[in-house]
């Protein structure tokens, strides 16, 4: 039963990752169409990870209230509802809109999903189920990137964006049918029957069955949010969410413009969009394999020194992308997304070990949302410089400042969780 659960989380995130990431790949044709300047377009990139913020802020913390699986549906089912409005949008500003829809119900999936898989996996599997979950979102980047390079000329860019919004509702009408709640929610949520049915789910998935339940979660979101800077929380979580801001701000920026920044660099479209999809790429396959080498070793660690190299291997690939040096750009856009972005996935699987289960879907709620400070002004500082003729090797210098801050973060975070994540 986990192994469903899993796969159909992993379904979930994949979609996410396309309905998120497609507009990357099909920016030229809404330049073309709606004759958008570099900075116009920042604005329609910056638009879905404002909602993402928003969502993650104000939305995900009510799965500590009203339960993880209702709140994965009811977020899927906004995410595809708003991709169709956007294939049906007249104007940029129709789009925009739709886009900030969409990235609200991104940014309420991914906490959710996190914590959910978080708290159906056994100790023993719960680090590479987690990075699992943050990385593979990544495979729907890449699958909008392979349409959008296919089909873009043919079909169009409505008929790419619908199609995401109708799988992604299908997604939701699946879960319906086929998601249970979380045991860790429910033994810990109101009512006299909760030990009923958290050992009806437990043994759904294979668990031992509790003999008690432990306290109740409280019910209250903001008296959640506060407890994250009270005590030894405070500290983690200012820098957590240093972390999160720092490499939000530098992935964004990687996978929103470089497609852009190779075709003014003179490479085709179609290159273009093969060569910002290996970041992606390199992001999902190093998540998975650091997660997997750190799983006996000290995860943050190896972390800090994934980001080390990563920042040498942006350095040499500004270079090359000066020297047109196609193929090894496509190389080291790959190193990078596996180190930076690979990187970044275990820091999910960090923040979780800090935060009880009362807390956990509010605080990585809290982590996602104000990271999208740097997802959202990412791109616009990059549409800023590109409109002032920065050339693309700078712009690629100044956007390493985050990597070596979200080191110094890493290195500043307290070497002993406060609790363990199965708590």
């Known amino acids: ?186 033994s810990r949520g109101p009512g006299s029957d909760a030990l009923q049915k958290t050992n009806v789910v437990l043994q759904r998935l294979g668990a031992t069955p509790l003999q008690s339940v432990p306290e109740a979660l409280s019910t209250s979101p903001a008296i959640s949010v506060v407890k994250l800077f009270s005590g030894s929380y405070r500290v983690t979580t200012l820098v957590l969410w240093g972390v999160f801001i720092a490499i939000n701000l530098f992935s964004y920026f990687m996978v929103s413009w470089t497609p852009q920044m190779l075709t003014q660099r003179g490479l085709s479209i179609e290159l273009s969009i093969y060569a910002g999809m290996a970041f992606p790429v390199g992001a999902g396959v190093g998540a998975i394999v650091i997660a997997a080498c750190a799983r006996n070793r000290e995860l943050r660690r190896i972390v800090i020194l994934a980001f080390a190299v990563g920042c040498a291997a942006v350095l040499v690939l500004s270079a090359l992308v000066w020297a047109k040096l196609w193929p090894y750009v496509i190389a080291f856009n790959f190193v990078s997304g596996f180190l930076i972005s690979g990187g970044f996935a275990s820091v999910f699987t960090i923040a979780a070990t800090y935060y009880s289960a009362a807390l956990r879907a509010t605080a990585i709620g809290w982590c996602m949302g104000v990271s999208r400070v740097g997802a959202v002004i990412g791109p616009v500082i990059a549409g800023y410089l590109f409109e002032r003729q920065v050339p693309v090797y700078k712009a690629y210098w100044l956007f390493l400042v985050p990597i070596f801050l979200a080191i110094l973060c890493l290195a500043y975070l307290p070497r002993c969780p406060t609790l363990q994540p199965a708590d």
Request: hydrophobic letters at 55%.
């Open 1 to 186: 039963m986990v192994r469903t659960l899993l796969v159909l989380c992993c379904a979930l995130t994949i979609a996410d990752g396309f309905d998120l990431g497609v507009v990357a790949y099909i920016a030229p044709a809404l330049t073309a169409e709606w004759n958008l300047n570099p900075s116009a377009l920042g604005y329609v990139f910056g638009s879905g990870l404002l909602g993402l913020a928003i969502g993650a802020v104000f939305f995900a913390p009510l799965a500590d209230r009203m339960g993880r699986r209702s709140i994965i549906i009811v977020a899927a089912t906004l995410t595809g509802l708003s991709m169709l409005a956007s294939a049906f949008a007249t104007s940029s500003d129709q789009f925009l809109v739709a886009r900030l829809i969409t990235g609200a119900g991104v940014g309420v999936l991914i906490p959710v999903l996190t914590t959910y898989v978080s708290e159906i996996s056994k100790s023993s599997s719960r680090n590479v189920n987690v990075a699992l979950i943050v990385a593979i979102g990544t495979v729907g980047s890449v699958i909008a990137a392979l349409l959008s390079a296919n089909l873009l000329d043919d079909v169009g860019w409505r008929w790419i964006v619908g199609g995401g919004g109708f799988v992604t509702l299908l997604l939701a009408l699946v879960s319906f049918k086929m998601l249970s709640e979380s045991p860790v929610f429910l």
